[in-house]
T-cell receptor, first 115, second 110 residues
């Protein structure tokens, strides 16, 4: 199992450009998440998905879009990049059941700089 | 009031010391209480979790939860240089969404 993989590892964007951050998991997890982590801070939830075709906003969704057409993939789209989107982006997944906690597994992150 | 407040540190202690990391939270609906460890330039990894007040031990690590005070702690005994990392407290909301503290960077000096 590769677990959760993210591409690219690093990217520099110019203001106003767009890009898609890729996330794939091979653990047959139904729930997937996108978080961002600013320097010296904890992670904040951008978007999440509880299954293919179902997505919802987290705490900081503005400036981002997601889609979930398959169980394995959960891409994050940045439209019109702004310096405030400079951050490290983490994708995570879990096999959620009812009534108890299941560990979320995180990818290695994508380090994005917007200049 | 922030939903989660974590003592930000950073902390630097000698090898073998006992380390105490702390978080307070305001949301009574939080049901699971977690500690994640994050090495530099890596994703977070779950270290421990619990869902009830009291202590939970795992080797050199002890997680402590006081629901009445809305306070959780992580203790590390006999700290090792390999424990040097950022430690994040985290809590579960609906749809298993995680709410994180801002993290404490810990350095264990040989």
């Amino acid at each position: 199992n590769a677990g959760v993989t993210q591409t690219p590892k690093f990217r520099i964007l110019k203001i106003g450009q767009s890009m898609t951050l890729q996330c794939t998991q091979d653990m047959n997890h139904n729930y997937m998440y996108w978080y961002r982590q600013d320097p010296g801070m904890g992670l904040k939830l951008i978007y999440y998905s509880v299954g293919a075709g179902i997505t919802d906003k987290g705490e900081v969704p503005n400036g981002y879009n997601v889609s979930r057409s398959t169980t394995e993939d959960f891409p994050l789209r940045l439209e019109l990049a702004a310096p405030s989107q400079t951050s490290v982006y983490f994708c995570a997944s879990t096999k959620a059941g009812s009534g108890h906690y299941n560990e979320q597994f995180f990818g290695p992150g994508t380090r994005l700089t917007v200049l | 009031q922030k939903e989660v407040e974590q003592d930000p540190g950073p902390l630097s202690v000698p090898e073998g010391a006992i380390v105490s990391l702390n978080c307070t939270y305001s949301n009574s609906a939080f049901q699971y209480f977690m500690w994640y460890r994050q090495y530099s330039r890596k994703g977070p990894e779950l270290l421990m979790y619990t869902y009830s007040s009291g202590n939970k031990e795992d080797g050199r690590f002890t997680a402590q939860v006081d629901k009445s005070s809305k306070y959780i702690s992580l203790f590390i005994r006999d700290s090792q240089p390999s424990d040097s990392a950022t430690y994040l407290c985290a809590f579960i909301q609906g749809a298993q969404k995680l709410v994180f503290g801002q993290g404490t960077r810990l350095t264990i000096n040989p």
